[in-house]
């Protein structure tokens, strides 16, 4: 700091400059690092993809025990690899952000000042992204089960919800969506009503944009043997079987504008986390299918939802 607000000399400004391209260097180094992990594991992927090659089924719909392991591994490995991206990347930008900020304070360059503040703007718009990875990642203990007793209210809240998404924004595309839902007599289930609602709402949302010419989702809830399914289905582009293999991965995404793939890998882990299932049916062409299967509440009847 400049106690005197006396104008930085040339001398001083380089030291800031010589201090962000360390800092600068740091991140490259860092990134180089996190590079080297993903093709260790992308390796070990492979690895395990061969192992399990002679199995049958598609391991997407859960057929095919030793592929549903292999699946269930490369998922493991992938949030172990994003848990320690995410920690050290929390790091970097803590110091890129505070050397941007010191920088905007110190200089006396118009210039400068503006090219430090797009620098902590990007700092913050990445630590961000961390944040939303590291919930991507999180263990099955971020997301406690709890009595849910009214799954069926759930999906109407979300559907009045995203109603801005699926009328507003599709009419101001040219296009019309229809959301219509059919819902059966469910028994309470194994959840959490703020996860659930957030699940739908997702799943809504990419049902919109999987429709860029309009058309429908179906929302349903029935009840599948001891468990609950809750289906969200779209007449949308569909996916091939490559990505209906990957849909929930950390960072994988079908979207070429916008979204950051952490959705549906979020989606995929509270869903496992509350002891529930989750799969895609989809082709190019024929709309996509979400089933999720929940099982039914076998706690006491007393607890609380919040």
Partial sequence: MNPDNEPKTMSEGSESREELLEATEDLRRRLAEAEARERRLLERIAELEAE????????????????????????????DMARGVAHNFNNILVGVLGYAQLIETQSQDPQTVENASEIAASALRAKEL?????????????????????????????????????????RSRG??????THLGEVPPVTGHVVGLHQILVHLITNAVDAMPEGGAITIST??????????????????????????????????????????????????????????????????????IQLPTWVGEASVEVE
């Fill in 52 to 79: 399990g090659a002679s199995a049958k089924g598609d391991p997407i719909h859960g057929q095919g025990s030793e592929l549903e392991i292999v699946r269930l591994e490369r998922l493991e490995a992938l949030g």
């Fill in 130 to 170: 961390v944040r939303r990875l590291n919930l991507s990642v999180g263990r099955a203990a971020d997301t406690p089960a709890q009595l849910v007793d009214d799954l069926n209210g759930i999906v109407l809240d979300a559907v009045e919800a995203t109603r801005p998404k699926w009328v507003n924004e599709a």
């Fill in 175 to 180: 296009v019309s969506v229809a959301v219509r």
């Fill in 222 to 291: 029935h009840v599948s043997g001891d468990r609950v399914a809750l289906e969200v289905s779209d007449t949308g582009v569909g996916m091939d079987a490559q990505r209906r293999q990957r849909i929930f991965e950390p960072f994988y995404t079908t979207k070429h504008d916008v979204g950051s793939g952490l959705g549906l890998s979020m989606v995929y882990r509270t869903v496992l986390a509350w002891d529930g299932r989750i799969e895609v049916d989809s082709a190019p062409g024929q709309g996509s299918t979400f089933k």
